[in-house]
């Protein structure tokens, strides 16, 4: 059974700082894997999308990493901002559409 | 991405009443759905793979009586909480199955008084 683990679970940093969420997996046959954000009370917004066959992601001041060999994927955000402030959640797939989420990191960005 | 809503937003109900909960793809044909519980502080676990026409695939645990599905069309998947208890008050939150990924409905929080 897929295992997913978030490290940190909890993160605090001041405004501006570069940091890195992490995420790792036991089954390395994914399909794909992906990057959420959530707010307090609200769904889920995805950030990054990337694909077994795909090394890593980028969107904005976001960088999303994937090693299989490893079991790992990273979340780089840079220049952090206060709007930053949410819980990221990672999610593995298989191609049978089955999914398993981490419980997440929670993220606060100090003004 | 295809836009998933899900209706009501919220809920407070009493307990051993039930509630239905719907989640609509608005732009997509959806075959499969899925359909996740969310408690407060933990991650979503998913609850049953909803497919079009046929019957829903429960995960371990999640009693497929409790929780019923109705995926009757290409648009529209139902999760009904029979005889809710406060236990079952969640974050209900469905995804629409995409060519390679998923994407979400904005969750129903379920209060059972």
């Known amino acids: 059974k897929q295992e997913v683990t978030q490290i940190p679970a909890a993160l605090s940093v001041p405004e501006g700082e570069n940091l890195v969420l992490n995420c790792s997996f036991t089954?390395?046959?994914?399909?794909?894997l992906q990057w959420f954000r959530q707010d307090p009370g609200k769904g889920l917004t995805s950030l990054l999308l990337?694909?077994?066959?795909?090394r890593e992601q980028t969107s904005g001041r976001l960088n999303a990493s994937l090693d299989k060999s490893s079991g790992r994927s990273t979340l780089y955000i840079a220049a952090s901002q206060p709007g930053d402030s949410a819980t990221y959640l990672c999610?593995?797939?298989?191609?049978?559409?089955?999914?398993?989420f981490g419980d997440g990191t929670t993220l606060t960005v100090k003004p | 991405g295809a836009v998933v809503s899900q209706h009501p937003s919220w809920v407070i109900c009493k307990s051993g009443t039930s509630v239905k909960i719907e989640c609509r793809s608005l732009?997509?044909?959806?075959?499969?759905m899925f359909w996740y519980r969310q408690f407060p502080k933990q991650s979503l676990m998913l609850m049953a793979t909803?497919?079009?026409?046929?019957?829903?695939?429960?995960e371990q645990g999640v009693e497929k009586d409790k929780f019923l599905i109705n995926h009757a069309s290409l648009t529209l998947s139902t999760l009904t909480v029979t005889s809710a208890h406060p236990e079952d008050s969640s974050f209900y939150i469905c995804?629409?199955?995409?060519?390679?990924?998923?994407?979400f409905g904005p969750g129903t929080r379920l209060t059972v008084l």
């Open positions: 995804s629409v199955a995409g060519y390679n990924e998923q994407f």
């Open positions: 089954d390395s046959a994914i399909y794909n």
């Open positions: 990337i694909q077994s066959s795909q």
């Open positions: 999610a593995f797939y298989t191609n049978a559409g089955k999914s398993t």
């Open positions: 732009d997509f044909q959806a075959t499969t």
């Open positions: 909803s497919n079009e026409g046929s019957k829903a695939t429960y």
